[in-house]
């Protein structure tokens, strides 16, 4: 593989933008709803146009939304931490932003505010897992792992009990969370989850020159001119900030920041410069795919219901899992 | 160019390294030997500036180390690390391209220039043929060569080497050596080179430093420390000092 030029990173990103395009054009045209396209365009029927703005439309782009965030957060979380299982859902990551939101709407605060107690719980389970898992300056792949699992199974211990104190009304809310779903009206909270995921993302933008460097180790790193203490820093505050954003909207989608970055590599290569932004579109794609998977698999048959995405991501991702572990088995020992 | 004064270097409570002083001129030849635990890869640490909390003054050229950025340090410090594990598939030219890390913006895409000189870099290690293999796929002596690519892309003043062809064949280790012998003379390339083969480090290094439990135990040009009283008080071993008719060139060997 030829390495990175400005002309190969323009293309790839101009490709993958037209994609996304086609695929959200898609996927707003298909549902449960048959929407009529001359109806529509001579912008006749009332029905289809609520269909569109008002369901389909904010969804999709939530989905997008959700499904960049995640990945490039996967994408960085891999670099910084030199372990191609890490995932902000296999972290732990995730589980500790959605403790955070599950409080805050237990607390009956607004929305703006349940986003930010997402993040500064996203950003203190990044911590917290990271100083947990660091034996003498190391960071071990396995103990990363375990650490992500034992500290999800942890955060769910306490999102469980929160559960069995609310109102029945939040228990549904809880459950809805915990399984991962993009379903919204809101225009106004794709709002605020995009301009925090967007913020962030930009950090990592800046910052993915340097990743290139970060994921050959804090040493190399260092020896490469590389400030990795900064680095560090920075890329934890960012991916907290899309992550947390995501979850306080959609709860806990698994394993997107996962396989992502993993194909984007074995399409075009392990650079940093083009694997975040790549791992953006794709994540965005996908996720919206999976949705729109998710939107139309059960309402065909007799059981006319929505399944969450999560499900849809779940049931993908865990096997992947599984193969990436066996594949990476001789590197993490 | 690289001097060091009085140094003090501890873990938590224990010393690591008592005392250190020594000057390298610009275009020296540093070798640095030692038993295991001797201090000669945390010596090598804080030269890179990789370790701050350190007792003692350590100057590059005329200014202070803990003055200078890790940006700045790398322009002028390049160096070849022990551990060379890579946990993406990069191929080995984007290896040898993240030499040219020190001398890029913050996100910016290598020239045509960067590559030349990445590609250059290989040529004189011999993997300019595996130019657009992945890492993965090469030996382990291949490897290092990548590595010791990358550090000659940074293209800065001064190498600093762990134990760089601990791992490779014979052919390899000459070959490694003999080139950076050959920057060290016609490019005036400043370079420490931690070793633990004493014939590669009387073969090659202008000046050896002997470190023991931390503390220098001799320090001078490589024929005269590098005698058997000196070896055997540093390491505790038995060795035999030989001589090469065609050369002049002493070689060691253990003695049971």
């Keep these: 593989m030829k390495p990175l030029t400005l002309s190969k990173w323009l293309s790839t990103i101009f490709l993958l933008t037209v994609f996304l395009i086609a695929v959200i054009i898609f996927s707003v045209w298909v549902g449960a709803e048959k929407i009529d396209f001359v109806r529509f365009f001579q912008m006749t029927s009332e029905r289809d146009r609520d269909i569109l703005f008002y369901s389909r439309l904010p969804r999709l782009l939530l989905g997008a939304i959700t499904g960049g965030a995640l990945s490039s957060a996967g994408a960085a979380y891999q670099s910084l931490l030199r372990n191609p299982l890490a995932d902000p859902y296999t972290l732990g990551v995730s589980g500790g932003a959605a403790l955070g939101s599950i409080f805050g709407m237990g607390l009956g605060l607004p929305f703006t505010l349940i986003s930010l107690m997402a993040f500064m719980s996203a950003l203190a389970s990044m911590g917290l897992i990271y100083w947990i898992a660091r034996l003498k300056g190391h960071l071990p792949a396995h103990t990363l792992l375990l650490t992500g699992a034992i500290f999800n199974a942890f955060c769910f211990a306490i999102i469980l009990f929160i559960n069995s104190v609310v109102t029945i009304e939040q228990v549904h809310q809880i459950i809805f969370f915990l399984i991962g779903s993009l379903s919204t009206e809101s225009y106004q909270k794709i709002a605020v989850i995009g301009g925090f995921a967007g913020g962030g993302f930009f950090i990592l933008m800046i910052s993915s020159g340097r990743m290139n460097a970060l994921s050959l180790g804090d040493e190399t790193a260092l020896h490469l001119g590389v400030d990795v203490g900064r680095f560090r820093c920075f890329i934890f505050f960012a991916a907290s900030l899309m992550i947390g954003a995501v979850v306080s909207v959609c709860g806990l989608i698994g394993f997107v920041g996962l396989f992502i970055p993993h194909m984007v590599r074995l399409i075009w290569g392990a650079d940093h410069r083009l694997l975040i932004p790549a791992s953006a579109l794709m994540g965005a794609s996908f996720l919206t795919l999976s949705d729109t998977l998710a939107r139309t698999l059960l309402t065909t048959s007799a059981y006319q219901t929505e399944l969450p995405v999560g499900v849809i991501t779940a049931l993908l991702g865990g096997p992947f899992f599984v193969y990436l572990l066996k594949k990476q088995q001789r590197c993490l020992l | ?256």
């Design chain 2, 1 to 256: 160019m690289i001097k060091i004064q009085h140094l003090h270097f501890s873990y938590d409570k224990t010393p690591i390294l008592k005392d250190i002083s020594l000057s390298l001129p610009k275009g020296g030849f540093l070798g640095i030997i030692g038993p295991n635990g001797s201090g000669k890869t945390t010596l090598l640490k804080i030269i890179a500036g990789l370790l701050k909390n350190y007792r003692g003054e350590m100057t590059l050229e005329g200014k202070s180390l803990s003055s200078l950025s890790r940006q700045e340090i790398a322009q002028k410090i390049a160096v070849v690390p022990q551990d060379t594990s890579i946990p993406f598939s990069f191929t080995a030219l984007e290896i040898v391209l993240m030499g040219r890390t020190p001398h890029l913006k913050l996100f910016a895409f290598e020239t045509k220039r960067d590559v030349d000189i990445a590609l250059k870099a290989m040529e004189l290690t011999e993997v300019r043929h595996l130019a657009h293999r992945l890492m993965d796929d090469l030996s382990g002596g291949e490897k290092q060569r990548v590595i010791v690519a990358r550090a000659l892309a940074q293209q800065a003043p001064i190498l600093l080497l762990d134990e760089p062809t601990a791992h490779l064949d014979i052919k390899h280790q000459i070959d490694i050596h003999n080139l950076v012998q050959r920057l060290n003379r016609d490019k005036g390339i400043t370079v420490i080179n931690v070793l633990h083969d004493l014939n590669l480090a009387s073969l090659y290094c202008q000046e050896v430093l002997m470190l023991k439990e931390g503390s220098i135990g001799f320090h001078g040009p490589t024929k005269k420390v590098m005698t058997q009283d000196n070896i055997e008080k540093i390491f505790e071993a038995k060795i035999y000092v030989g001589q090469n008719k065609d050369t002049g060139q002493s070689y060691y060997l253990p003695r049971s």
